[in-house]
C-alpha cells in the first residue's frame, strides 16, 4: 500500500462547479500537508499549506485536514478553465535525523467551458 | 520574491558529456531540494540540502553528483548519463527542513541521447 493515495482521475467538470479533491495517507507521523497545481510542462506551484487539521481558506480554494481520519481535501469554487491541471497532494514528516517528503500521484482537473 | 530560477531550461546531452543544471533563490531559505520527474508522474525527492549541507540523498546513482555553493544556489552535476534519465529536473527550496513549505522552480528538461 501506498503512503500517499490519490486518485488520477482525470476528474471533468463544468465551468463553475464546485471541485473537491482529495488524499489519503496511512503514516500518522506526518505534520505538514500541501496542495500544488501543475501545468503541463511546468513545474508544481504551491497552492495551500496546512499544519493542523481543519479548515484554511485563500480565495476560491479551500484545504481540509482530517488527521483522526487521515484524509486530506482541496476544494475549488466557483471553477475556472484555466484551473485544468493536475493537483498534487503532499505531505512531510521530520522525525529524529530523517526527513520524508511523499508527493501523490496527482489528479487531472479538466474544466470545461 | 517567492522565485526560484533555473537554468537551462532545456538541455540535450549525450552519454559522455558532462553537464550541469543551476538553481537560485533568494528567499533567505536554508533548505534546497532536487527532484526528478517523468511524464504523468509525481516528483521523486532526490537530495535534500539543510543549511549548505547534504542531509538526505535517495540512493541516487553517482553520475548525479549535487553541490551547494552557498545558502542561495544549487547545483546538479551530471555526467555518464543514461536515457533513462531523462526527465524534468526540478528545484524547490523552503525556509527550513521543519517549516517545509516548498517553492519549485520551472526545471530543466533533460533529453539524454
Known amino acids: 500500500q501506498k503512503e500517499v493515495e490519490q486518485d488520477p482521475g482525470p476528474l471533468s467538470v463544468p465551468e463553475g462547479a464546485i471541485v473537491s479533491l482529495n488524499c489519503t495517507y496511512s503514516n500518522s507521523a506526518f505534520q505538514y500537508f500541501m496542495w500544488y497545481r501543475q501545468y503541463s510542462r511546468k513545474g508544481p506551484e504551491l497552492l495551500m499549506y496546512?499544519?493542523?487539521?481543519g479548515n484554511k481558506e485563500d480565495g476560491r480554494f479551500t484545504a481540509q485536514v482530517d488527521k483522526s481520519s487521515k484524509y486530506i481535501s482541496l476544494f475549488i469554487r466557483d471553477s475556472q478553465p484555466s484551473d485544468s491541471a493536475t493537483y498534487l497532494c503532499?505531505?512531510?514528516?521530520?522525525?529524529?535525523?530523517?526527513?520524508?517528503?511523499?508527493f501523490g500521484s496527482g489528479t487531472r482537473l479538466l474544466v470545461r467551458p | 520574491d517567492t522565485e526560484v530560477t533555473q537554468t537551462p531550461k532545456h538541455l540535450v546531452m549525450g552519454m559522455t558529456n558532462k553537464k550541469s543544471l543551476k538553481c537560485e533563490q533568494h528567499?533567505?531559505?536554508?533548505?534546497m531540494y532536487w527532484y526528478k520527474q517523468k511524464a504523468k508522474k509525481p516528483p521523486e525527492l532526490m537530495f535534500v540540502?539543510?543549511?549548505?549541507?547534504?542531509?538526505i540523498n535517495e540512493s541516487v546513482p553517482s553520475r548525479f553528483s549535487p553541490e551547494c555553493p552557498n545558502s542561495s544556489l544549487l547545483n546538479l552535476h551530471l555526467h555518464a548519463l543514461q536515457p533513462e534519465d531523462s526527465a524534468l529536473y526540478l528545484c524547490?527550496?523552503?525556509?527550513?527542513?521543519?517549516?517545509?513549505?516548498?517553492?519549485f522552480g520551472p526545471g530543466t528538461r533533460l533529453t539524454v541521447l
Open positions: 496546512t499544519y493542523s487539521s
Open positions: 528567499m533567505g531559505h536554508r533548505a
Open positions: 503532499a505531505m512531510s514528516a521530520w522525525g529524529d535525523s530523517s526527513y520524508k517528503l511523499i
Open positions: 524547490a527550496s523552503s525556509q527550513d527542513l521543519v517549516l517545509d513549505t516548498q517553492y
Open positions: 540540502y539543510s543549511y549548505e549541507k547534504l542531509s
